[in-house]
């Protein structure tokens, strides 16, 4: 039997629980914006086209930051294709999705969406094929309040108050030779360092992310952030890190242990980050934005977008549908983002809606439930307060890919305004169950409000439009108080969310 022993204590906090660790993304590409969020002549959309029983579903996940317009998208994009009057925008080919974009939906558009779900909008700039200038004329656009060309450009198209953007990317993974406008480390670093320089003249108060290396096995990786840091260390707040994960020759175990890679992944950047702030005997920190992450079966996709003389309006792209074993992973990967709050301060899981997404839409029709947006929304909504110091004592099992892992992953938060605590842990043994303890300090646990597990049954369950609550998270009946804590078993390759009621010791 597979034990694990959790050790918490109230006093003992890694950092205040990050609200926009819990982000999304909205790219244009595939079904994501047309027919995903966005669908004038739907049985549900509003007044402006939004698909209302999607804006439902994204305000049930619990999203609190949605990052747009991309992704490869953005780095030909040309912003102004997307405002004014609709019937006056140009179409455009997209290079990164080889599709034709309508530009009906633009950033006008976008920004009376986040005000409709409640959520805040993370802005990327096009730093491929364009640079400072479009750059700073689209911060003016977006937040000058009035009385300049743009800012009044912005009042005629119907938005009388500034969009208050304050958190921007520079671009989207500028080292990637698939990106349209590619650059070597210190050609983005000085780039990325010129742009954000001009846009603190206008805000100095502005957050900017740098592009990180677009997955931790470039070959650049690693030089290229050191590089990136070197030239603009003092005019960017984070660097983004981006990372999907799928089983590889059918290897489960390693799977389910994804989030040996992402902790490994957060860990080398910061020390990069923190090395090259040494060196310049800098006191600022870098936090990282881990603005892509997912479970993405890019082996099933095509590796280069569709080519030809076809380009089609929002053809269905990279419409992943989910297991239970994906769902046990995303829970993992949350467990990661919070253990490291004290540096990722900000995360988008990519995407949103139909495109690798945990919301399905089917044109015209109804809207669903993926198995990964259960761990996502729950971890939203009941992890608050503060992420606990875990220490975990657990059985270790083999994986190919990492070696010996502990068979448990667990992160903690406690709410010392409601004391309530929550517990998300992962069962990485896909063949036997795990006993759990976990140790409460520094509080007295008064009872078990709830405990739920996704897992532990067929791995390869998944929802559909005809069965969207078929794979959910059930009650788990094993959690008892013991005291000093609970105790409660996990089934095999299982996630599993424990909420208590605290009070003073």
């Known amino acids: 039997m597979n034990t694990a022993r959790l050790i918490l204590d109230t006093r003992r906090r890694v950092a205040p629980v990050p609200r926009r660790l819990f982000g999304s993304f909205v790219e244009h590409l595939g079904r994501c914006v047309y027919t995903g969020i966005y669908e004038p002549g739907h049985p549900t959309a509003d007044q402006h086209g939004f698909r209302r029983d999607v804006l439902a579903l994204v305000r049930e996940l619990g999203v609190t930051t949605v990052r747009y317009p991309g992704g490869n998208f953005v780095s030909s994009y040309r912003w102004e294709d997307g405002i004014g009057p609709v019937d006056q925008r140009p179409a455009r080919l997209d290079l990164a999705w080889h599709s034709l974009e309508t530009n009906a939906f633009g950033l006008d558009e976008f920004m009376r969406w986040v005000r409709a779900a409640d959520v805040e909008p993370i802005m990327a700039a096009n730093l491929g094929t364009r640079g400072t200038a479009e750059a700073v004329d689209l911060l003016e656009y977006a937040n000058h309040r009035a009385g300049s060309q743009l800012a009044d450009r912005r009042r005629a198209n119907g938005a009388a108050d500034p969009y208050g953007i304050r958190l921007w990317c520079l671009g989207n993974e500028m080292d990637g030779p698939w990106q349209v406008g590619a650059r070597t480390a210190p050609e983005y670093g000085r780039l990325a360092a010129q742009t954000a320089k001009a846009m603190r003249r206008f805000d100095p108060d502005l957050e900017l992310i740098a592009c990180g290396s677009s997955h931790s096995s470039m070959p650049t990786f690693g030089t290229w952030e050191r590089d990136v840091l070197t030239e603009a260390y003092d005019d960017i707040d984070l660097i983004s890190l981006h990372a999907y994960y799928q089983p590889v020759d059918g290897d489960l175990p390693s799977f389910l242990a994804s989030a040996e890679d992402m902790d490994r992944y957060i860990d080398a950047v910061t020390a990069i980050a923190d090395s090259v702030g040494a060196i310049r005997r800098s006191t600022k920190k ?38 239970v074993a994906d769902a046990v992973v995303v829970g993992g990967l949350l467990i990661s983002l919070l253990r490291h709050s004290d540096r990722v301060t900000a995360a988008c899981q990519a995407q949103l809606v139909n495109v690798i997404a945990p919301i399905m839409t089917e044109p015209g029709g109804g809207a669903w439930r993926q198995t990964i947006f259960h761990p996502f929304a729950r971890t939203a909504r009941h992890a608050r307060g503060a ?47 795990a006993e759990v303890t976990v140790e409460v300090g520094g ?7 709830e405990c739920v597990t996704i897992g532990g049954g067929d791995l390869d369950a998944r929802n559909t439009a005809d069965g969207p609550d078929h794979a959910a998270p059930r009650p788990n009946g094993s959690a008892r108080d013991t005291g000093t804590g609970i105790a409660l078993t996990l089934p095999p390759a299982s996630w599993t969310m424990a909420r208590l009621t605290t009070t003073s010791s």
């Open 443 to 449: 509080a007295r646990v008064a009872g078990i409000v």
């Open 387 to 433: 992420v606990l110091d875990a220490l975990r004592d657990s059985s270790t099992t083999s994986t190919d890919r990492y070696g010996e892992v502990d068979v448990v992953d667990a992160v903690s938060t406690w709410d010392d305004s409601t004391g309530e605590m929550s517990v998300f842990l992962v069962n990485r043994s896909a063949d036997a169950p």
């Open 286 to 323: 870098i936090m990282i934005a881990f603005d892509e992450w997912n479970v993405w079966y890019q082996s099933a996709a095509p590796s280069t977008p569709p080519s030809g003389e076809d380009w089609p309006v929002a053809p269905p792209l990279l419409e992943d549908h989910y297991s």
